[in-house]
């Protein structure tokens, strides 16, 4: 597959092709980028496609789409364009080129997803819908320093009775069974959508089905009539520093109480095998967050360093 477009040349992304997108890739999104981490697997992935542009045989750009929602959906994650060539209008064109390649290839496709930090440009709303928008809290600490305290605070509070009712680790049955109920779509989730990590995917069998073959806890306060749900992604390694690993947690519910919970129930579990210093980004409704800040400077002396601006979920039709 190939095509050309103002001196481009566009191709599928290779093995051999990672060095140079690593290069165009230095100290984007303040060095917590995830592709270094997930190249690879992309690359093996059948429901994605990861697509490079290329000027006089260096790699310039890459854009990546994942059919989701039974092939409906594409979701565009990855954009990059190398810091010499931005500003020419290349993200534009490998965006055109990626959306007619996916459309050829999977003709049931009808919409367009990208989930984008917040304080966008209203331009951007004139070519796509909003669908929904959560705020991001990020902290920053090292596993091991954290880990007691975490302990010791669920101790405090299970102590206390009636601030702790134990979060409910979900089984792959439970999960369906809980994201895919009727009131939990239209009353919990944000937009009636399922983030996780980043990527929106529709509360359908078959996404559900994708996530549940991928290392992920899944979290709700009650089986039978849920109101705070959460999902933690397993850790991975960032540019930034040396050893630092990313971790995502995402909740959904604007009961602060319940969401506190399943944060630090999720917290204390992946810091079972977290070790050193890691970001943790943790998605959440906006009127939760500044209750969810103050709880993490009070009781562990971590302050967002609001790195991430918020969470949008914006659609087009292809
Ligand atoms: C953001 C980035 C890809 C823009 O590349 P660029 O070639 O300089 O962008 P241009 O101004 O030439 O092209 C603008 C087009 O890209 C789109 N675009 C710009 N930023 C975008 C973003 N963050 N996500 C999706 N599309 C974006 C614009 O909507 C516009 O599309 P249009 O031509 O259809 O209107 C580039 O600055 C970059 O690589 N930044 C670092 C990585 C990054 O922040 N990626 C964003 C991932 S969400």
Redesign the pocket.
């Known amino acids: 597959m190939e095509g050309a477009s103002h001196e481009l040349e566009f191709c599928l992304a290779q093995v051999d092709d990672f060095e140079q997108v690593m290069s165009i890739s230095v100290n984007?999104?303040n060095g917590l980028d995830y592709l270094p981490d997930r190249y690879h697997r992309w690359l093996k992935d059948p429901l994605r496609r990861v697509i490079l542009a290329k000027k006089e045989g260096k790699v310039v750009a890459l854009l990546s789409a994942r059919i989701v929602d039974n092939s409906r959906t594409a979701i565009?994650e990855g954009?990059?364009?190398a810091p010499s060539?931005?500003?020419?209008?290349?993200?534009?064109i490998i965006?055109q080129y990626v959306f007619a390649l996916v459309k050829s290839q999977f003709p049931s496709l009808e919409v367009q997803r990208?989930t984008?930090?917040g304080g966008l440009n209203p331009d951007?709303f004139t070519k796509f819908r909003l669908i929904c928008s959560q705020e991001v809290l990020d902290l920053h600490f090292v596993a091991e320093e954290l880990q007691p305290m975490v302990d010791a605070t669920i101790g405090h509070l299970k102590a206390s009775k009636h601030e702790w009712e134990e979060p409910i680790q979900l089984a792959a049955g439970d999960v369906k069974r809980v994201f895919l109920d009727r009131q939990v779509v239209e009353e919990v989730l944000p937009g009636g959508i399922i983030i996780q990590d980043w990527i929106p995917y529709k509360p359908l069998e078959g996404n559900l089905e994708v996530l549940l073959k991928q290392n992920l806890t899944w979290m709700a306060d009650s089986v039978v009539d849920p109101t705070v749900l959460s999902i933690c992604s397993s850790p991975y390694k960032v540019p930034a520093g040396a050893n630092n690993l990313c971790l995502n947690i995402d909740i959904f519910g604007k009961d602060f109480p319940r969401a506190r919970n399943q944060f630090l129930s999720q917290l204390h579990k992946a810091l079972s095998f977290l070790q050193g210093p890691t970001y943790c980004f943790i998605h959440l409704n906006k009127t939760i967050w500044s209750a969810m800040h103050s709880f993490c400077q009070t009781v562990f002396g971590l302050t967002s360093q609001k790195i991430i601006k918020g969470q949008c979920v914006l659609e087009a039709k292809l």
Not at 85 to 92: D, L
């Open positions: 984007i999104y565009m954009l990059r364009v060539e931005r500003g020419k209008g290349i993200a534009g965006q990208y984008r930090q951007v």
